[in-house]
């Protein structure tokens, strides 16, 4: 007998307002990616210069007191974002889970946009890195709110697109952000570029707060009956640490997301130090690199199936997809040592774009490797080893840089691309190493 709450193809009718739910997440996404870009592009002018910080509104006292962030210390303030986005990512989801999506999203975004606005209070360069860091803890709740609130609303069969939807809010907040904040710092202080991010936040937390509703129950949309949670493993989640399998996803976690981290922060710098563009012209470029950057998510993501068409198995296909975009990266190692900003500006698309296609497979060979009841776990694991990558590369980009700035040079960036251009053959080397043609992990069962 079908459930009343069925259609007539043994699967109960879509839930309405689902697409209102996913138009929510990706105006949230956006706002992360814009929020975490504020300083970076702001970088040139807080560099090698110092700034009065006159009152926002005429009747507030002026605060005579000056700013000077260096590129090490930029470096130090990136790494503690990063990681305080590594210990939240660690917790968000248990928190989320707890309180639900309706308080548990609003209470991250929340955090993550009082961090953003305080960037505008700062007076010395310790409070932006106190600032950085209450932005990395709010900011790495959002893709664990976003894939449960998908999954609440969505049946199976969509929730692959819901998730692309509203993840392409990371390439569109990359996007955004080359375009607003210069003209907001330019018109109105650089202050005012922080506190502008900070009031769309507010904003969406207004709107999420009235408008997201939990499901009344969660269904099994294939046939039409109310879920039961599948009993645990009898394996705890530390245990999963003994299988090589997950090691060589962290490991490829590890290597690969500080070189995106270092296209996020560091590009501003590197346009401004090396083409001498300041905030009024250094907008197309940036824009170009992460428009580009969006559309190799995409074709990234359908590249295995190109493959399977060639007669490969799904695995095969996949590591020929994470080769083929590990080479597309490699031209990248010209870059820090390039004349020409239009060359500078292609590779820099090309490898951008190539990072998301591989970032697209590298996610997927999580569930290759292990069961569904696992694989949010070893995801877990993933981030927290790409993070703490970053917070690692971060200051030791930040004293390359200082010191070739120091010696008046402008080859600073040159062994920085040479690491973004080489990490993922490297990472999928030692991928391959540890799990060879992504054989799945023998678990015990109950």
């Avoid at 308080?103 to 305080?118: E, F």
């Avoid at 860091?133 to 609303?153: D, Q, R, V, Y």
């Avoid at 590009?267 to 130090?273: A, N």
């Avoid at 820099?348 to 999580?366: E, K, M, P, V, Y």
């Amino acid at each position: 007998m079908r459930s009343e709450a069925t259609d007539g193809l043994g699967e109960p009718p879509p839930l309405r307002g689902r697409w209102t739910v996913c138009a929510m997440l990706f105006v949230a996404t956006t706002i992360n990616y814009v929020d975490r870009q504020v300083l970076s592009i702001l970088k040139p002018i807080l560099h090698g210069q110092t700034i009065h910080l006159q009152p926002l509104f005429s009747a507030w006292p002026s605060v005579e007191t000056t700013i000077n962030v260096t590129d090490r210390e930029y470096g130090y303030i990136l790494a503690g974002f990063q990681v305080a986005y590594a210990l939240g990512v660690v917790f968000a989801g248990r928190l989320v889970d707890r309180l639900g999506c309706r308080r548990g999203y609003p209470l991250v975004t929340g955090l993550w946009s009082l961090a953003a606005m305080a960037h505008a209070l700062v007076r010395s360069v310790m409070g932006f890195g106190i600032a950085r860091f209450f932005l990395g803890l709010g900011e790495s709740g959002n893709f664990p709110a976003a894939i449960k609130a998908t999954a609440e609303w969505f049946p199976p069969k969509e929730r692959a697109l819901a998730t692309g939807i509203f993840n392409s809010g990371a390439g569109v907040g990359a996007i955004v952000a080359p375009l607003v904040v210069p003209w907001v710092a330019i018109h109105f202080g650089w202050r005012s570029a922080f506190l502008v991010t900070g009031i769309f936040s507010v904003i969406w937390i207004v709107w999420w707060s009235i408008r997201y509703r939990k499901p009344q129950e969660t269904m099994d949309w294939t046939r039409g009956q109310v879920v039961v949670a599948p009993s645990a493993d009898v394996l705890p989640w530390w245990g999963l640490l003994r299988y090589r399998q997950a090691w060589g996803f962290m490991i490829g976690k590890f290597l690969t997301d500080p070189v995106w981290w270092f296209f996020l922060f560091w590009l501003p710098q590197y346009f401004h130090s090396r083409f001498g563009l300041d905030l009024t012209h250094m907008g197309p470029p940036l824009v170009t690199v992460y428009v580009v950057s969006t559309i190799g998510s995409v074709y990234g993501g359908w590249l295995p199936k190109g493959y399977l068409r060639l007669g490969m198995t799904l695995k095969a296909a996949r590591l020929a997809a994470m080769l083929t975009c590990a080479c597309c990266v490699l031209p990248v190692v010209m870059v820090g040592s390039l004349s020409s900003e239009w060359i500078a500006v292609g590779l820099l698309s090309l490898a951008a774009a190539a990072h998301q296609g591989w970032s697209a497979n590298i996610f997927t060979t999580a569930s290759d490797m292990f069961p569904s009841e696992h694989v949010g776990t070893v995801v877990s694991f993933g981030q927290v080893a790409g993070a703490l990558g970053g917070a690692i590369f971060q200051p030791i980009a930040g004293d390359v840089l200082q010191r070739a700035h120091e010696m008046h040079t402008q080859s600073g960036f040159v062994p920085l691309f040479i690491y973004s251009g080489c990490a993922y053959l490297i990472a999928l080397a030692l991928l391959r190493t540890l799990a060879p043609g992504l054989k799945r992990a023998e678990l015990p069962s109950n």
